[in-house]
Structure formats: structure tokens, C-alpha cells
């Protein structure tokens, strides 16, 4: 998701009382030519990665 809608995720996932993993990039993803999306893609990419490596370690 992007920075600009973390908020009203963080609302819901409590009001739903769920903690949500995501992974944030910057705003916007929409319209962006090929090499500004490239950066956004990057940025998913590596917290996905962080992501999964923390879950391996926690098995």
C-alpha cells in the first residue's frame, strides 16, 4: 500500500482488531512513468523479503 493510505488501514485493522503486515511505498503508484514505478517495485520487493526473513527466523 502507499504511505498516504496507512492510516485508514491502521483504523480498520483495529477496529476489526487485526495487525495487519504490510508493506508500505511511497505515493503515489498510479501514473508513474516505467522508471519512477521501478523505485516503487524495489521498495515492495525489499520489504517483502524483510518480511518473509522475519517470519522464517521466527519458525
Known amino acids: 500500500m502507499t504511505r498516504t493510505f496507512l492510516p485508514l488501514v491502521t483504523a480498520?485493522?483495529?477496529a476489526r482488531?487485526?495487525?495487519p503486515r504490510v508493506v508500505v511505498v511511497e505515493h503515489p503508484?498510479?501514473?508513474?512513468d516505467p522508471s519512477g514505478l521501478e523505485g516503487r517495485i524495489a521498495s515492495a520487493y525489499a520489504g517483502?523479503?524483510?518480511a518473509l526473513d522475519e517470519l522464517e527466523e521466527a519458525m
Open 29 to 32: 503508484v498510479g501514473g508513474l
Open 48 to 50: 517483502i523479503a524483510h
Open 17 to 19: 482488531r487485526v495487525d
Open 12 to 14: 480498520q485493522a483495529k
